[in-house]
């Protein structure tokens, strides 16, 4: 059996200004989560165990068309209120 592909949107997110991506895949819980200058934020809670297969990119887009793209570097989370 053949499964649907599906793409969704989310028209309440249109136009805030991104300040921050997270994304946590612990035993707990797989959360992608995007903090917004207007101190709101949006989680995705996902249900699977989440690997990425290849180090994530940026890139530009041009008329619908990728025109460059670049590896995104991370670095650890820095915890709140670190005194320990």
Do not use: C
Request: aromatic fraction near 8%; glycine fraction near 6%; charged fraction near 30%.
């Amino acid at each position: 059996m053949k499964r649907k592909t599906a793409s969704f949107e989310y028209p309440a997110l249109k136009g805030k200004v991104v300040r921050q991506v997270r994304f946590a895949n612990d035993e707990e819980f797989t959360v992608l989560v995007i903090e917004f200058e207007d101190n709101t934020h949006v989680s995705f809670r996902l249900k699977a165990t989440i690997e990425l297969s290849m180090e994530p990119e940026i890139s530009t887009l041009r008329s619908g068309n990728i025109v460059n793209w670049k590896k995104l570097k991370a670095q650890p989370v820095k915890r709140r209120g670190g005194g320990r």
